[in-house]
């Protein structure tokens, strides 16, 4: 029995169909969003995150200025895909949590009168410490010391600063010195680690709280969190985009940012680096998008989503761009250099080119907090998502056993997430971290989305997918043949491509002046394969578990589960009823198709009237209303 109370009838061009009461949950065992807004805003404060920051900037810099939507696993031989993300979103969570953690360190630290990376005065500062000050004082024809101070070749000897013993390349930012020296104390490679940074632990343990607090109510209370985290980036980027256009040599990063290479585009590694920078900024194999939009209504209209969180990311990077390429233009200005001398790569950017900027500005601290601040936004906003992504994956594979216990599951999965990320904490973390950036988040999902989309295309079939897609949203997605095209043949060959360029084209990792030796490139492998081994793993399973020969086994796990299609019953009715009655008038047309309640309010079908589980019921004959 079914409580009309909790499905109104809606009359439209498939005829009738029972939809959920906007004011209760259609999947009560799991729970639904709160209104459409709160989805698509957690889709897009997911989707943007650090790396429209700090990876997309890098990027364009790196190929020379301006030059440069996959459901869900069905089959049960390739079960293992869903493996493969959870594996993804938890050795992702890992790592970027601890970044979140570096930006909580530097927020604390901005909460001063005078910024302490603004000099080269401190007990972490070495030699190679310089303020960079070079253009007012080269321009009064002075010398400048790797202290920061400026002198005039009248005021000194020769033999009074001939020892001077760091060169220009090894001369180092007072901010540099600070992230690497005082925050991080880094070691000189992955094979001394060091021991751990309690300040960084402790940061982290905040981050970790945080995201329990954050999804300890599941999507309910993540719902009204995103408002917060979804905007504010938007309004602190246009504060900073206002700030930066007053600065002098704006411009100057502006016109690289916008005036292309053209000669980069027919490089394969600019074609590559732009592949994966989409697939870390989407997060489509990730898994993310596919647990947000699990908590969605039946007949949420998926594919109006998927579209304009597409359009959104990309262009939240663009804008971006003017923010971070103002400032380093104003640092080039500064500095006397070119722009290209300025950007940094990742955390570079992030915890070492901006800081330093700001200490150039009027009023530092304030526009220190307001940066940090927006790190922290984007960046939890996609931490919570890879954290409700692992979470939910493990409740609902058993959720007869853990549904019930979800605070606990979320909890246990924070205490042991955080103790695996205690390593990056050390002194050689940073090294481990660029590792698990490298191999986790990109030839990993590179391969996951090409098996995703080659199961849906060819063994699923794109039909069925645009079917199942009409039945959801009412309609065909528009222009079916061009997503036909894209999803069966585009898609599959690009990323084949780009997996090819990308393997064929990897010279090793490097961070700074370390190259990674042998062995720490074969972990990198061993974490890449970990999820994507997955996929082979599971099928193997599958088809020890089923009789007959190989062939017999291959064909029936290739096929849907009896199980797959809507989780509802009632939707799962509306697929599987029939498409005309005995009069052969199509069900749309059908005039007799009623609600039938009973004093309780309930569905009614004590007559003996046809009825089906949708909750609608028809007459005992043709004629008849049931009524």
Request: glycine share 8%; proline share 4%; charged share 15%.
């Amino acid at each position: 029995m079914t409580r009309a109370t909790d499905y109104v009838s809606v009359s439209d061009s498939d005829g009738m169909i029972a939809k959920p009461n906007s004011s209760v949950d259609e999947n009560k065992e799991r729970g639904n969003w709160s209104n459409k807004i709160e989805f698509l805003l957690s889709c897009l404060s997911y989707a943007v995150g650090l790396g429209n920051i700090w990876r997309f900037p890098y990027l364009v810099y790196l190929h020379g200025g301006g030059a440069f939507i996959i459901p869900y696993f069905i089959m049960l031989f390739l079960a293992g895909l869903g493996y493969a993300m959870f594996i993804v979103s938890t050795l992702v969570g890992i790592y970027y949590n601890m970044i979140i953690a570096w930006t909580w360190f530097y927020l604390f630290s901005s909460f001063t009168d005078s910024l302490p990376w603004n000099s080269c005065d401190n007990w972490w500062n070495t030699e190679a410490c310089q303020r960079f000050d070079t253009k007012n004082c080269t321009a009064h024809s002075g010398f400048m010391f790797t202290n920061g101070t400026c002198a005039f070749a009248s005021q000194y000897s020769p033999d009074e600063w001939i020892n001077i013993t760091a060169s220009a390349e090894q001369r180092k930012m007072p901010s540099d010195e600070y992230f690497h020296n005082f925050m991080l104390v880094i070691s000189e490679g992955l094979h001394n680690m060091g021991t751990v940074r309690w300040q960084l632990a402790l940061c982290l343990l905040w981050s970790w709280v945080l995201a329990f607090l954050a999804l300890m109510k599941g999507v309910k209370s993540f719902g009204k969190l995103v408002y917060f985290t979804a905007f504010f980036p938007y309004l602190v980027l246009i504060i900073l985009l206002i700030r930066a256009a007053t600065l002098p040599g704006y411009m100057d990063g502006i016109m690289f940012y916008l005036i292309p290479q053209w000669h980069r585009l027919l490089e394969a590694k600019v074609w590559g680096d732009a592949a994966v920078q989409i697939f870390f900024s989407l997060s489509p194999c990730w898994g993310g998008l596919i647990t947000l939009a699990s908590y969605n209504t039946f007949h949420n209209n998926c594919w109006r989503d998927a579209v304009l969180i597409g359009i959104i990311n990309p262009l939240t990077s663009f804008f971006a761009g003017f923010v971070i390429f103002g400032i380093v233009g104003f640092m080039a200005h500064e500095l006397d250099i070119s722009v290209e001398e300025v950007v940094g790569q990742g955390a570079g950017l992030a915890f070492i080119a901006y800081p330093e900027a700001v200490t150039r500005l009027p009023l530092s601290p304030l526009w220190a907090i307001l940066f940090f601040i927006m790190l922290l936004t984007l960046g939890m906003g996609t931490q919570f998502t890879i954290l409700e992504t692992v979470v939910t994956t493990i409740v609902d594979e058993w959720p007869d056993k853990l549904r019930k216990y979800h605070q606990w599951v979320l909890l246990g999965v924070c205490i042991v997430m955080y103790f695996f990320g205690l390593g990056l904490c050390s002194e050689g973390g940073m090294y481990m971290l660029q590792l698990m950036d490298k191999f986790c988040a990109t030839y990993s999902t590179l391969f996951i989305g090409l098996g995703e989309v080659v199961v849906l295309s060819w063994v699923y079939g794109v039909d069925k997918l645009l079917n199942d897609i009409k039945v959801m949203i009412g309609r065909y997605p528009f222009h079916p043949l061009y997503w036909k095209l894209m999803w069966k043949y585009v898609t599959p060959i690009t990323l084949i491509c780009i997996l090819m360029f990308n393997i064929i084209d990897f010279d090793g990792v490097r961070y700074a002046n370390y190259e990674f030796p042998t062995w720490t490139l074969a972990l990198g492998w061993l974490m890449a394969l970990s999820s994507v081994i997955m996929i082979p793993i599971v099928a193997i399973c599958k088809l020890y578990r089923v009789k007959g020969t190989l062939y017999e086994r291959v064909k029936c796990l290739i096929k849907p589960d009896e199980s797959w299609g809507p989780k509802l019953q009632i939707h799962r009715a509306e697929t599987d009823r029939p498409k005309h009655i005995d009069s052969q008038v199509p069900l749309a047309a059908n005039p007799y198709v009623v609600e039938v309640l009973d004093d309780d309010g309930m569905i009614d079908d004590a007559d003996g009237a046809g009825f089906d589980d949708t909750g609608l019921k028809f007459g005992n004959k043709l004629g008849e209303t049931g009524v």
